[in-house]
């Protein structure tokens, strides 16, 4: 730290140094000495925004360090009416924009309701300092601690863990747990590696994919190796798939290690259900599938614009891919019949892989959309041509219940119960998908019968208050089942 500090001798007002400087302070736990040296460069340069993000986040540091004095106190000196549960999370469970984000935003809620519930995930971004104030209303106990301390390098761990491997998170973690945690439920394989702080709590795995056949599916898929490259200098989040198939067996023999020690496990459908139980039999695997929430999305009015939807986080390898196999292979087919026709692609983060499509007339990009509703309201139907993935397609669902009809590759809609031509389409080649949304733009009364089976599907199968509910009454049936732990 000491060339840091003689940087800002030499230049007092260079913000950089202050920056460097402060991040090494918090990351040793000097976070007081953090405060008074953001406070310093923040009083001389209050146009860096930055800058006071970071002052922010280092003062919610000291706060959180009392707060969690507080909590462990109150929760061993008082016996509650609540179970006491935590819920672990790779990433923010608030807003609920994007898939997972969504899944864990309602299995938050729906946790809040029934327990004293703490939920704890990392930020990538200090300009989200404050969330906890938005997650205590879904929780009584929020945290959040910015992922900026990753440990070094391991070749036998895979790079999905190790995205995750956090000193501070440990620390944190490890500050909470004489609060005594009745159950603990941790979103994703890559939060295991923190069950071990917990040794007396039951553990509940929520998995949102099976992450190793994610990346075995696409090594199998032949992909473009330098498309890939390319694609990894553009988001941090692809990398993995760029050595897909060494990190699929790494995270096989990881999953393969972890999973026998929850007694409950979680997976999003019938065919990861099969595949997690087939790995570990011992204890009990649940599906509990994705929904929506149809009290809040309706259907809107048929839009019949000649304007097509995809749906997705655009950051996500798989979706990149897919939004890309569209617009390269399918949409010319489309083009040959109807050359008006539109591509619209909606979703967080989209690389230059994707924004560079929007240099076509008919192709637009609207990245990261406040309201996914008013974008899709002036559409008339979505594509889902998917052709890597594993779990199940929340934008599928949420396209249902808004009324917009579907075409997908099978893949794209595996594990939902669906029937072809009752609830959507179904298609397995460029020519056939091109042909099904043809048919669909052209033909009134086709969207109409979609819309309406599509939408009573969801109302009838695919409320997530209804599947978090019925998942939470599992839960405690199973829990009570084991024997005590001392």
Request: with cysteine; charged share 20%; hydrophobic share 40%.
């Amino acid at each position: 730290m000491a060339p840091l500090r003689k940087a800002i001798e030499l230049d007092s007002l260079f913000p950089w140094s202050y920056y460097l400087l402060g991040e090494a302070l918090v990351s040793l736990d000097r976070v007081e000495e953090a405060i008074a040296l953001y406070e310093k460069i923040v009083n001389k340069r209050p146009d860096i925004m930055y800058l006071r993000h970071c002052l922010r986040y280092a003062q919610r540091l000291r706060e959180q360090e009392q707060r969690i004095q507080d909590y462990v106190i109150t929760a061993q000196t008082t016996k509650g009416d609540k179970r006491r549960v935590l819920m672990l999370a790779p990433y923010p469970t608030y807003p609920p924009k994007t898939g997972a984000i969504t899944r864990m935003f309602y299995e938050m809620k729906n946790l809040g309701e029934r327990f004293d519930l703490a939920v704890v995930c990392f930020l990538f971004t200090k300009e989200d300092h404050d969330l906890e104030d938005q997650l205590s209303q879904y929780c009584n106990f929020p945290l959040t601690i910015y992922l900026g301390d990753t440990l070094p390098p391991d070749d036998t761990t895979p790079q999905l863990v190790q995205r995750y491997s956090s000193h501070r998170m440990t620390k944190l973690l490890s500050a909470i747990a004489p609060a005594n945690f009745d159950i603990v439920i941790s979103d994703f394989i890559y939060m295991a590696q923190y069950r071990s702080l917990f040794p007396n709590a039951f553990h509940v795995l929520a998995e949102h994919n099976i992450e190793s056949e994610l990346l075995r599916s696409c090594a199998q898929a032949n992909q473009d190796e330098a498309k890939l490259k390319q694609l990894a200098q553009q988001r941090d989040t692809i990398k993995d798939f760029k050595e897909s198939a060494h990190q699929a067996d790494l995270l096989a023999a990881y999953e393969q290690q972890n999973w026998p020690h929850y007694p409950l496990r979680f997976t999003v459908s019938d065919l990861d259900r099969q595949h997690l139980t087939n790995h570990a039999p011992q204890g009990t695997t649940l599906t509990v599938p994705n929904g929506v929430d149809t009290s809040t999305i309706q259907p809107f009015p048929d839009n019949p614009l000649p304007r097509i939807l995809f749906i997705g986080t655009m950051s996500y390898y798989p979706n990149i891919d897919g939004a890309t196999y569209f617009a390269e292979e399918i949409l010319p087919l489309i083009w040959e019949q109807d050359p008006q026709i539109e591509f619209w692609i909606a979703g967080a983060q989209p690389p230059e892989a994707i924004t560079d499509l929007a240099n076509h007339p008919k192709i637009k990009v609207i990245a990261n959309p406040e309201d996914m509703t008013a974008v899709a309201r002036q559409c008339c139907m979505t594509v889902v041509p998917l052709r890597i993935g594993s779990g199940t397609r929340i934008k599928i669902l949420q396209s249902l219940a808004m009324g917009l009809p579907i075409v997908s590759t099978p893949l794209g809609c595996e594990g939902l119960n669906i029937i072809d031509g009752d609830h959507l389409l179904v298609r397995d080649n460029p020519q056939s998908f091109a042909d099904a949304t043809l048919k669909i733009l052209k033909t009134p009364s086709l969207r109409e019968s979609l819309r309406n089976q599509g939408r009573r599907l969801v109302e009838e199968q695919y409320d997530w208050n209804q599947i978090f509910q019925t998942a939470i009454d599992q839960m405690l049936e199973i829990k009570a089942s084991q024997p005590q732990t001392p």
